[in-house]
């Protein structure tokens, strides 16, 4: 692979995995949790280009807060789920007062 290749393959690849970042970025941001997906690194065979170092240290900055985004929605959601009584804690059947209803009215 020549050095143009192997340079091209990494801007391909850097702008790939900026675009998919811009889409979980909007998923986010719209409540759309489920568009949110593992995010597999493309990989490429040689060295960083050096004028893309600057680039590549900006998209981890921004996969390390997708992550922690990720972890805050993920304990939200695990805290609401927890507040959910579990059925042990509903009220067993017969507990209540009964309730009747009148079907002529």
Known sequence: MSAASWALTWVTAVADTNARLDAYDRALAEGRFDHVEALELPVVRGPLPPALADEA???HLRLA?????????MDSTQQELDAVPS???RPERGSRPPAYLDARA
Do not use: G
């Not at 807060?65 to 929605?73: G, I, K, P, S, T």
């Open 87 to 89: 059925p042990a804690a």
């Open 65 to 73: 807060d997708l992550v922690e985004r990720v972890h805050v929605v």
């Open 57 to 59: 240290r900006s998209l």
